[in-house]
């Protein structure tokens, strides 16, 4: 009985996020397994997608770290070329080529249905003297 | 004193200093009240604080998390080795909480602990107690001394600096360099793999003679690792430090470092004694100090197993290790460690929820080394969960740079703003 009252909470809370939210939830065959894969691509493209850019994104390869509301068809048709080797890379071909079609398909999905914003830099401070290391 | 959930609760309306939550989180508490269940995390590093972000968002709020962190604030030991060749400074890669405390409504204590009780489901701290539904031990790396008593002591580090956990040892030996005159001998060691960050010793030799090529020409670095060859990146590495820095680089393999004289800054190996003008030892590493308190290690192997599909200790029930003192045949990077992070806050929100967690979960690693302020190169992997034999593997697909370049060395940069931004805010 509890965990049907805690998944019916999570249920509404799913619902009621959406005004909060930062990450749109996306409904699929199997969605945390999606999302934490998702999650992975932060260190690059920032949180949801949504990287931290110099200017907005104003040159091309800042603007490919911009995955959040990224069109579907896009995201798709780079990824599987940087995963065949079609289309150049630095770095991604390493990662497409890792993933398997489906999940790719899945982080597709994920990517064009989050919100775009623009996070700023996280600003570092001055060192405490009482720091332990 | 004992804090329970009651008491907890008034503590942090009185803002005690456990850490108050900003108005939207405020609102989004009382509609999940009670919670499904607390989680207890000791240590706010990259895996530490990425699992109480994603807990929080992950469980919309429904579980309650409290971090426990002995510092006040962030260091990030990656792009610390440019702080070395003198292109960054301490500040810059200096962060506060405040942004993830307050986003998230993640509540703060600033402490250390002392004892985990499993049975109790219990943690002591030097001010305090809490009980938890399920810990997460996130502590890093603890050095071992055993074979380098010389160095145990606080003043015997001040003067041979390990630098292997960014802050004040990092500007201590930097300061060393500064110091050191021309045509000094600066020598390093690389401890017995696995140790955090594997490309890192290599990476400092680049960022050490960037800074002896461009202000002290005659000066020499000489690395003894006790490794047979350069672990990672080793056609790379090679590469630069003859191309970059010709002559400045005598790299010795299977050189473990057996004693130091502390006053002379000597070093013995199997074969040789080697004098340096500024000494670093990077001693053997093993869990943290709280995963051996908590008895999440076994005696004759000093690193956590854990079950990879959400990170819980083999040994323990309901306590979780995450980052550097997890064993796994995996890159000890902050990348992982943020991987990992996500993986067991995904895995326990679904446990909380009476869910099954993800059964085949899959991550991306990608870590840049240094070879100048500019310049850099990667090493990148997909890895996936094998069933058959329970562990992560590394896709195919994987590998490293064809050659540094300075493109490589934006990417890093933006790298760094990214997973700081993703883990602290």
């Known amino acids: ?133 | 004193m004992q804090i329970n959930r009651r008491d907890f609760v008034k503590l942090t309306g009185a803002g005690l200093g456990l850490g108050l939550a900003n108005a939207s989180w405020s609102a989004f508490a009382r509609a999940t009240k009670p919670p499904i269940g607390r989680v207890v995390i000791i240590g706010g590093g990259y895996a530490g604080a990425t699992a109480a972000k994603y807990l929080r968002l992950w469980s919309l709020g429904a579980i309650e998390v409290i971090m426990v962190e002995a510092n006040q604030q962030f260091v990030s030991c990656p792009l610390s080795n440019l702080v070395l060749g003198g292109s960054k400074s301490i500040n810059d890669l200096t962060f506060g909480y405040d942004a993830l405390k307050a986003n998230h409504g993640i509540q703060w204590v600033h402490d250390t602990v002392t004892a985990v009780d499993p049975d109790a489901k219990k943690i002591t701290m030097l001010r305090g107690s809490l009980t938890y539904d399920r810990l997460i031990v996130a502590p890093g790396v603890d050095f071992i001394y055993d074979d380098l008593p010389q160095l145990a002591s606080a003043e015997a580090q001040q003067q041979i600096p390990h630098a292997w956990k960014a802050g004040w040892q990092t500007v201590n030996l930097r300061k060393q360099l500064e110091a050191m005159p021309d045509g000094g001998v600066f020598v390093m060691n690389v401890p017995k793999a696995p140790y955090r960050c594997p490309p890192g010793p290599y990476e400092r030799v680049c960022q050490v003679a960037s800074y002896l090529k461009a202000h002290k020409p005659r000066s020499k670095i000489i690395m003894l690792d006790a490794n047979a060859e350069i672990i990672s990146k080793k056609g790379l590495f090679t590469k630069a430090w003859a191309n970059l820095y010709p002559g400045i680089v005598d790299y010795r393999p299977d050189s473990a470092v057996t004693s130091v004289d502390v006053a002379t800054k000597t070093v013995t190996t199997d074969f040789d004694k080697v004098s340096a003008d500024v000494l670093n030892i990077i001693p053997p590493q093993r869990a943290g100090k709280i995963a051996q308190i908590a008895n999440l290690t076994e005696k004759d192997y000093p690193w956590c197993e854990v079950n990879f599909l959400t990170y819980e200790s083999k040994l323990v029930q309901n306590v979780h290790v995450l980052g550097d003192s997890v064993a796994a045949g995996l890159p000890k990077s902050a990348h992982m460690a943020t991987n990992q992070a996500k993986v067991c806050a995904n895995a326990i929100v679904q446990l909380m929820a009476g869910l099954a967690p993800d059964s085949a979960p899959v991550f991306a690693n990608t870590c840049y080394s240094f070879v100048t302020d500019k310049s850099a190169m990667h090493v990148a992997n997909v890895y996936r969960y094998d069933e058959a034999k329970k562990i992560m593997i590394s896709a195919e697909g994987g590998g490293v740079s064809l050659a540094p370049s300075d493109k490589e060395g934006e990417y890093a940069a933006s790298w760094a703003q990214n997973i700081w931004t993703d883990v602290l805010t």
């Not at chain 1, 949801?48 to 911009?66: R, S």
């Not at chain 1, 830099?121 to 290391?133: W, Y």
């Open chain 1, 1 to 133: 009985m509890k965990k049907i009252i805690t998944m019916m909470g999570l249920a509404t809370l799913l619902i009621t996020s959406v005004a909060r939210a930062t990450e749109v939830f996306v409904l699929s065959a199997n969605p945390s397994h999606i999302r934490a894969l998702a999650a992975s691509c932060a260190a690059c493209h920032g949180t949801f997608g949504n990287a931290v850019v110099p200017n907005g994104g104003g040159n091309g390869v800042d603007k490919a770290k911009l995955l959040a509301g990224i069109d579907k068809t896009d995201f798709l048709t780079k990824m599987l070329a940087f995963k065949s080797g079609e289309r150049e890379a630095t770095v991604m071909h390493r990662h497409a080529r890792g993933l398997n079609t489906q999940e790719i398909e899945g982080l597709a999905t994920y990517f064009s249905a989050q919100i775009p914003r623009q996070p700023s830099a996280l600003p570092s401070q001055v060192l405490n003297k009482n720091h332990a290391n």
